[in-house]
């Protein structure tokens, strides 16, 4: 257990539709990182947030959105939502902003029909 | 653009046979090289991290070493519960990416008693 929290474990969703992804990190760490995984493209990085501001963003669709909120846990919104959006997607934590490991949360699984 | 290369994609060893697996990375400026573990289904597992050629790190049956081109993790006289996917990553040095981490594709790696 790292000792990161995501929820829900599991949605299923059609599309056009919005979600939110939720992310709790390890107590103590001030950095949230959000990845999408997909069994052709791997593990992508999105966004990263730190202490509540936005640190690095990859290659995140228009679509998607992120916040970290004062107590640091962090939501991804997902919007007008299309079949290629079905992945896993990952949150991640560390202490500071860059140079430390990353420990991931359990996953959220995304399907959408 | 920061690229990681694994390989194989796959490897297939019988419990107790030593191998090696291989990360290629071309990056601008390193600042990190991770390894990580994930199971089916579930979030990756920070394993080990290198930031200095010639650095070497080991926890029980596996040790990791970098060079200025590649990385390599070695595993010494498997077990079954060492099957798992295997991921490599990269962080740069660069100004804009601060904590983002790019991954290759993986090894699966499987063992068999």
């Known amino acids: 257990d790292s000792g990161v929290t995501q929820t829900p474990k599991h949605l299923i969703t059609a599309t056009g539709q919005r979600v939110t992804l939720r992310c709790s990190p390890r107590?103590?760490?001030?950095?949230v990182y959000w990845y999408q995984q997909s069994l052709d493209q791997g593990l992508q990085f999105l966004i990263q947030?730190?202490?509540?501001?936005?640190?690095a963003k990859g290659n995140i669709l228009e679509r998607f959105s992120a916040q970290q909120f004062p107590d640091l846990h962090s939501e991804l919104n997902l919007s007008s939502l299309e079949l290629g959006d079905s992945a896993l997607y990952f949150c991640?934590?560390?202490?500071?902003?860059?140079?430390?490991?990353?420990?991931f949360g359990p996953g959220t699984r995304l399907t959408v029909l | 653009e920061d690229q990681v290369t694994q390989s194989p994609e796959a490897l297939r060893l019988q419990e107790g046979e030593s191998s090696s697996l291989n990360c290629s990375y071309t990056?601008?400026?390193?600042?990190?090289l991770f390894w990580y573990r994930q199971d089916p289904g579930k979030g990756p597992e920070f394993l080990f991290t290198l930031y200095s050629a010639g650095e070497e790190k080991e926890k029980e049956r596996l040790k990791a070493t970098l060079t200025k081109k590649e990385s390599f993790l070695h595993i010494t006289a498997p077990k079954p519960e060492d099957s798992a996917t295997y991921l490599c990553?990269?962080?740069?040095?660069?100004?804009?990416?601060?904590?983002?981490?790019?991954f290759g594709q993986g090894t699966i790696l499987t063992v068999h008693p």
């Open positions: 107590s103590g760490d001030l950095s």
């Open positions: 991640a934590s560390s202490v500071g902003a860059s140079s430390n490991e990353q420990f």
């Open positions: 990553a990269v962080q740069a040095r660069s100004g804009t990416s601060y904590g983002k981490l790019t």
């Open positions: 947030y730190y202490n509540g501001e936005e640190r």
């Open positions: 990056v601008s400026g390193l600042r990190g």
